[in-house]
């Protein structure tokens, strides 16, 4: 499986940004698919995660702002990303398999300004 995010960019705090994971190689449907970030200089952690299922987890730190969802029919997974704050600042990443991930896919930079 490979994949591919999408979706980031710069926004001021109290914005919003959608990120998208697009499977290629293979689908998702047998992988929980997760979204995690790291920001400059701290550890990458764990923001999201949707199983096969449809069950989701969030991070304490995203919960209430940040959705993710999938779309089977497109093999796309989505992060929707509401309220944005400057510490949401991070490279975001998509993998499939949340613990632990299994394929990653490149990360995509988010910026939020104060």
């Known amino acids: 499986v490979q994949l591919q995010a999408s979706g980031g960019g710069l926004v001021q705090a109290g914005g919003s940004l959608r990120l998208s994971c697009a499977a290629s190689?293979?689908?998702?449907?047998?992988?929980?698919v997760g979204w995690f970030r790291q920001a400059p200089g701290k550890e990458r952690e764990g923001v999201s995660c949707?199983?096969?299922?449809?069950?989701?987890y969030y991070a304490d730190s995203v919960k209430g702002r940040f959705t993710i969802s999938s779309d089977n029919a497109k093999n796309t997974v989505y992060l929707q990303m509401n309220s944005l704050k400057p510490e949401d600042t991070a490279v975001y990443y998509c993998?499939?398999?949340?613990?632990?991930?299994?394929?990653w896919g490149q990360g995509t930079q988010v910026t939020v300004s104060s």
């Open positions: 949707i199983t096969s299922d449809g069950s989701t």
């Open positions: 190689g293979g689908t998702f449907r047998s992988y929980s």
């Open positions: 993998a499939a398999g949340c613990i632990p991930p299994a394929y």
